[in-house]
Every structure is written in structure tokens, then in C-alpha cells.
């Protein structure tokens, strides 16, 4: 057998251990793509548990002070699992309300002032701590980790151009109907078997 041979033959087996690996890679992508569908739906915020006391007390706020009312909505719909905690700002707030800040300013007052919410400042926004007593996300007495919460950042916030910002790098990802070619070499065009015409 020539040097020659000896060569091809020590190639072809470092491609069939490569594409053996690939291959277990491109297995491992597709459980944890599978456990991800699995797993999308529940999500922070997905659901949260309030009591019947809770909802007689929801009700009485929504006829006190309506505004108040619906802020603490937004915060409830967005507060993080573990914490029941959400940051985010009163110009966003008013956004997504369609009210002033200061309508925002004197609802989280009452909020704060009734202790449906601890406010905990944050820069020029606030973190809302949702009172576990009235609702909360995960189980009961969990709230351990006030300041971790989730952001929530509108657009209204944001520098002018920020829309016109280049996409960021991403990571090549292998999907179920591709291949990696691992050689240069030139590949022969594909046979109409292999087509998905549909």
C-alpha cells in the first residue's frame, strides 16, 4: 500500500468520525429544539394565582380608581415568576395605556399607598413588587430576589434610529432539512428525488 493510499484511507476515517459527531451534534440540536416546544408556553408572566379575596379586592379598586387599576394590570401581566417583580418605566406605562405620566405618577401612588405594590427606584424607572398576598407568580411566599425582575423597555424609550440599527451577528444553526459539506470538494447537482417539490 502506497503513502498515498495510507493517506486517503486516514482521511476517509477522520470524515467518517466528523460526520459521525456531526451527526450526534444535529441529534442533540433537535431534543433541545423538541424540549423548547415543549417547554415555550410557559414562559414568565405565562399565568399567575390570586385569591378570591384578591379579586373582591381588584373589583373595589376598579371603582376607586380606575387607572390605578389598569397599571396594576400591566404590571401583574408582566411580573416575573419568583419574584413577582417587573421594571419598567411611567413614560412606557403611559404608552401602552394611552394616559399622561402623571395620570401613571398618581396611579402607582395609590397602588404604592394601598400596598398592592412595593415601588423600589430604579434610575428614572421603577421596580413594582406585586404584594404576594393579592397575586403571585410561582408559589406562595417565594419572592426571594427582589431585583431580579423583568425589563420592560418601549419603543417610545428608545434614541432616535434605533429602528435602523444593523442586525446583530448570529450563530449558523444546522436546521432539520440541511447538511454540513465538510470538504471543498465540488458536489454533483442534486437528483429531482431529492427535491421537496411541494
Given at each position: 500500500m502506497t503513502s498515498d493510499n495510507?493517506?486517503?484511507?486516514?482521511?476517509?476515517?477522520?470524515?467518517?468520525?466528523t460526520r459521525a459527531l456531526l451527526s450526534h451534534t444535529v441529534d442533540t440540536l433537535q431534543e433541545e429544539r423538541r424540549l423548547a416546544a415543549a417547554t415555550k408556553n410557559r414562559v414568565?408572566?405565562?399565568?399567575?394565582?390570586?385569591?378570591?379575596?384578591?379579586?373582591?379586592?381588584?373589583?373595589?379598586?376598579?371603582?376607586?380608581n380606575s387607572n390605578a387599576s389598569l397599571v396594576f394590570s400591566i404590571i401583574r401581566e408582566n411580573m416575573?415568576?419568583?419574584?413577582?417583580?417587573?421594571?419598567?418605566?411611567?413614560?412606557?406605562?403611559?404608552?401602552?395605556?394611552?394616559?399622561?405620566?402623571?395620570?401613571?405618577?398618581?396611579?402607582?401612588k395609590h397602588l404604592k399607598e394601598k400596598q398592592y405594590v412595593q415601588v423600589i427606584k430604579i434610575g428614572t424607572s421603577n421596580t413594582y413588587v406585586?404584594?404576594?398576598?393579592?397575586?403571585f407568580a410561582g408559589s406562595a411566599g417565594q419572592r426571594k430576589a427582589v431585583f431580579s425582575a423583568t425589563v420592560v423597555a418601549h419603543e417610545c424609550e428608545q434614541?432616535?434610529?434605533?429602528?435602523?440599527?444593523?442586525?446583530l451577528k448570529a450563530v449558523p444553526v444546522i436546521y432539520d432539512d440541511e447538511r454540513v459539506i465538510l470538504t471543498n470538494d465540488e458536489l454533483?447537482?442534486?437528483d429531482q428525488k431529492d427535491l421537496d417539490l411541494n
Open positions: 495510507k493517506k486517503i484511507q486516514t482521511l476517509e476515517a477522520q470524515l467518517t468520525h414568565t408572566g405565562g399565568y399567575y394565582m390570586m385569591s378570591r379575596a384578591a379579586e373582591k379586592n381588584l373589583r373595589a379598586l376598579q371603582k376607586e416575573q415568576i419568583g419574584t413577582n417583580a417587573v421594571t419598567i418605566s411611567n413614560e412606557a406605562l403611559a404608552k401602552i395605556l394611552g394616559v399622561s405620566k402623571r395620570t401613571v405618577v398618581r396611579a402607582t406585586v404584594n404576594e398576598q393579592v397575586a434614541d432616535e434610529g434605533w429602528d435602523k440599527i444593523k442586525k454533483p447537482p442534486p
